[in-house]
Nanobody, 123 residues
Framework: QVQLVESGGGLVQAGGSLRLSCAAS????????RGWFRQAPGKEREFVAA????????YYADSVKGRFTISRDTAKNTVYLQMNLLKPEDTAVYYC????????????????WGQGTQVTVSS
């Protein structure tokens, strides 16, 4: 089992920035991909970004491309999500996740999840 703990959420004005962190522990040797998802009130959880643990290749949802950057620190077993030019529609609970599959956007292919961190963007 892999344990994931997110941090870094908060309240920010539109146009501002936040950086989320996700630290992993446990049986992380099986993890090939780490991802970020988000869920707004009344909506389904959606894919935001993913990174391949071995080579750092990345993939983004169209809605965040050019504004968000996912990165990793292999020594700390931590993934980051740098969020710039935030918009009110980015408001959601953000979850980090891990999977033994290669980069994939499907929520149900990720089997380890963090508890979530709230991001609120005011207009």
């Amino acid at each position: 089992q892999v344990q994931l703990v997110e941090s870094g959420g908060g309240l920010v004005q539109a146009g501002g920035s936040l950086r989320l962190s996700c630290a992993a522990s446990g049986r992380t040797f099986r993890v090939r991909t780490r991802g970020w998802f988000r869920q707004a009130p009344g909506k389904e959880r959606e894919f935001v970004a993913a990174i391949a643990w071995s080579d750092g290749s990345t993939y983004y949802a169209d809605s965040v491309k050019g504004r968000f950057t996912i990165s990793r620190d292999t020594a700390k077993n931590t993934v980051y999500l740098q969020m710039n030019l935030l918009k009110p529609e980015d408001t959601a609970v953000y979850y980090c996740a891990a999977t033994s599959a290669p980069i994939i956007t499907l929520t149900d292919r990720y089997d380890s999840w963090g508890q979530g961190t709230q991001v609120t963007v005011s207009s």
